[in-house]
């Protein structure tokens, strides 16, 4: 089978551990049963021989056959992978996402995204990513118990994403310790009061509003303070077209989003002032996590 998850990008300002969405960069998994387990990998993480040896896609996919079937079936997994890992373009989600789409489908359960989603609780307790990366889309999200819910909306093709994404990694774990341990009421309202309008504006599909909503007072700046870069990127960002400029999850990666028509002007002015970072222009996906192709080789 051929599954294919695409990469997400979380938090969106103020919308700490809740708002996300899903864009069209993405990796694939192909698996194919056989009598010895073996691993290749293409692209992100091919020079990493940790992700061969104790690779995070298999040991979750035994897992959950083993859980579904009660026992674990080998497989020849190649792995393409165009998702940056550490980088906040939710490359572990993506993982996540499609170990337990593929334990399903090769044991015949019923390709339930939902059960999928919940599922993936048991390795990332924030709904930000992993529900983009199985739903597609802007989500915005909750848990109830061990449960994800969610809204759902469908993005426009007149939207663009312009990415930067610095060679430096800023990992999630360790920027979380430099957050506050309280905020103030004046704080917690501020960010409230946008995470409510910047979700509104989504689906309203208010674009002059995201600007506004998009400020935050919770984690960008002691995030940001880790690459100083960044301050600059997303002013600059928001002087040339960006209708939203904030930090990719935990970062590094800097997500604009802008105007179709605006993108090819916005990716030149950042590929000037920064020329060291990657920086691309994508598409919003709407379909999450995709069964490319089933065991018999047919289309799905």
């Given amino acids: 089978m051929v599954l294919r998850v695409p990469a997400t990008s979380a938090n969106l300002g103020p919308g700490f551990d809740s708002l996300g969405l899903a864009l069209e960069l993405y990796n694939h998994f192909t698996l194919k049963p056989s009598k010895i387990?073996?691993?290749?990998?293409?692209?992100?993480?091919?020079?990493?021989?940790?992700?061969?040896?104790?690779?995070?896609f298999v040991r979750i996919f035994n897992q959950q056959t083993?859980?579904?079937?009660?026992?674990?079936?080998?497989?020849?997994?190649?792995?393409?992978?165009?998702?940056?890992?550490?980088?906040?373009?939710?490359s572990s989600s993506a993982v996540i996402i499609g170990a337990i789409s593929a334990?399903?489908?090769?044991?015949?359960?019923?390709?339930?995204?939902?059960?999928?989603?919940?599922?993936?609780?048991?390795?990332?307790?924030?709904?930000?990513?992993?529900?983009?990366a199985c739903m597609g889309g802007f989500n915005a999200c909750m848990l109830i118990g061990q449960q994800v819910r969610f809204l759902n909306k469908k993005l426009p093709q007149n939207l663009k994403a312009v990415v930067l994404i610095p060679n430096q990694s800023i990992?999630?774990?360790?920027?979380?310790?430099?957050?506050?341990?309280?905020?103030?009421?004046?704080?917690?309202?501020?960010?409230?009061?946008?995470?409510?309008?910047?979700?509104?504006?989504?689906?309203?599909?208010?674009?002059?509003?995201?600007?506004?909503a998009s400020q935050d007072r919770f984690h960008q700046?002691?995030?940001?303070?880790?690459?100083?870069?960044?301050?600059?990127?997303?002013?600059?960002?928001?002087?040339?077209?960006?209708?939203?400029?904030?930090?990719?999850?935990s970062g590094s990666t800097f997500l604009n989003l802008c105007y179709a028509d605006?993108?090819?002007?916005?990716?030149?002015?950042?590929?000037?002032?920064?020329p060291k970072?990657?920086?691309?222009?994508?598409?919003?996906d709407n379909q999450g996590v995709v069964l490319m192709m089933d065991l018999s080789s047919k289309l799905i």
């Fill in 103 to 132: 334990a399903y489908q090769i044991t015949n359960q019923t390709f339930d995204k939902q059960k999928i989603l919940n599922t993936a609780l048991d390795y990332e307790s924030h709904p930000d990513n992993i529900t983009p």
């Fill in 66 to 90: 083993k859980k579904l079937c009660g026992e674990i079936i080998p497989c020849r997994f190649s792995f393409t992978n165009a998702i940056p890992i550490s980088r906040g373009l939710g």
């Fill in 221 to 249: 700046y002691y995030r940001m303070k880790q690459i100083p870069m960044l301050f600059e990127v997303q002013k600059i960002a928001l002087q040339n077209g960006a209708l939203l400029s904030t930090l990719s999850g």
């Fill in 37 to 56: 387990t073996s691993i290749q990998i293409n692209g992100e993480g091919e020079k990493n021989p940790k992700l061969r040896i104790d690779n995070v």
């Fill in 277 to 284: 970072p990657q920086i691309l222009t994508l598409n919003f």
């Fill in 262 to 274: 605006d993108a090819k002007h916005l990716h030149q002015i950042l590929a000037n002032k920064f």
């Fill in 171 to 212: 990992s999630t774990h360790i920027s979380r310790q430099t957050l506050p341990k309280k905020y103030s009421q004046k704080d917690a309202i501020f960010n409230l009061s946008r995470s409510a309008v910047l979700a509104s504006a989504f689906f309203e599909e208010r674009w002059d509003l995201l600007k506004e």
